[in-house]
């Protein structure tokens, strides 16, 4: 241990000298975790401590930690072709096209990229230019929703409804508009969830209407919001949305990038709700977040509208490592293994009960809802359960605190406005086993007792 702490304090020295971290400064009090190893869904420190990750990283190790499988597929696929770029092809990237297109419900053509920020730049700038190669050129307009985070370069920024994370970095991109997701646990009092829902995919309607409807590019969403505060709407809000971008022309992009890959109990959260997207972003669980990749999968027809006849009509995007070999054979092996290891129905059953067992914090005075579906939860804190005042950043700070001394790392929604930053969220591998769900259901009643 002596050996640790000292090996542990010269590695957090350079840290402080050298690494500028995302999101937060350095902080000499809670010094960030320096992360040594990783197995199932457990990391361990450099002190050796063990933690369970709930929070998969960032939403992303989806099979969990230490598989060699797919240490040994990128192994061997660097050996033996470590690039080529996708104005070329490879195996490795055929097959992952195909087999993801194989999963999806209708016909769609992939193009690779990085990141999830990417990927979702790559949606945007594919429907602009579909619309004006189809006679429609003034639809340049993408809608998205308050509160929910699509990235972090500048459109996919501009997209994000979280003010807190814009507002330094305005002007954005230009073109992005936001309407209120349904936010089912604050709808209005004795307003049915069904028809709350309804009106907020009007407003949907009312913005394409108001803004001009010719000038409406794509809606971009994500099937339930997930670093916003996981909002799961009610499917007559996804069908309702899906109906008014047909009515109009306008695409409906949907953003996969944590849903997919088994994160909601279905393979891609789209599913849960039966709708044939235009578009879908895929990133994070692609890959479990072994190697960097990302997709932005578009149906044929769309595609079928950049065939170069001209010489002016192809999508003018490269990225240089999108689609990389050894990434694409690491994703190929990864949809393996949650597909022999069933790790979606997984995520579905075990998600219910983990839900299920969490609902005994409800009857904390400062717990106001605990909400999920598969193998992510949300549990909003409030400081008064009639008027739901949003709990103080310091208890959530408290309890994420207390959770890690207790072994369990747990998240919270991001920063969206001031005051509303109230969302505890669990996100753990879909690889939990019994125990490890019956640690995190422990802990987390352990601990908000603690701080009842
Ligand atoms: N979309 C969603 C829904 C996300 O949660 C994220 C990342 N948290 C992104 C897009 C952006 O992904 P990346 O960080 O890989 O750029």
Known sequence: MERNDNFTNTLQQKDRANVWHHISMYNEKAPPMIVEHGEGAWITDSVGNRFLDGMSG????????????????????????CYAPMTQSHQPAIQL?????????????????????????VAFKMARQYHDQNGEGARYKIISRYRAYHGSSLGALAATGQALRKYKYEPLAPGFL??????????????????????????????????QKETIAAVIMEPIITGGGVLIPHP???????????KYGVLLIIDEVICGFGRTGQLFGHQHFAIKPDIITMAKGLTSAYLPLSITAVRKDIYEKFKDTD????FRHV?????????????????????????VQRSKDLGEQLLHDLQDLLELPFVGDVRGLGFLVGIELVEDKLTLEPAKPERLAKIIADCKANGLVIGKNGDTVEGYNNILTLSPPLCCTDEDLEFISAVLKKVFAANA
């Not at 099979?63 to 061997?76: P, S, T």
């Not at 007559?236 to 047909?246: A, G, L, N, T, W």
């Not at 010489?311 to 192809?314: E, K, L």
């Not at 990225?319 to 790790?343: D, M, Q, R």
């Open 58 to 81: 960032l939403w992303a190790v989806n099979v969990g930690y230490g598989r060699e499988r797919l240490a040994q597929v990128a192994y061997e696929q660097m050996k033996k072709l």
């Open 236 to 246: 007559s809000y996804v069908k309702e949305v899906e109906r008014i971008c047909q």
């Open 178 to 211: 936001h309407v209120a997701p349904p936010d089912n646990y604050r709808r209005p009092k004795g307003q049915s969830i069904e028809l709350y829902n309804l009106e907020r995919a009007r407003e949907i309607e009312e913005k394409i209407i108001w803004e």
């Open 97 to 121: 096209a195909e087999k993801v297109n194989s999963l999806l419900e209708d016909d769609y053509m992939i193009f690779y990229s990085n990141s999830g920020s990417d990927a979702n730049e």
């Open 319 to 343: 990225n240089t490592f999108g689609g990389n070999p050894a990434a694409c054979a690491v994703a190929l092996e990864n949809i393996k293994i949650l597909e022999e290891e069933k790790l």
């Open 311 to 314: 010489g002016y009509s192809h």
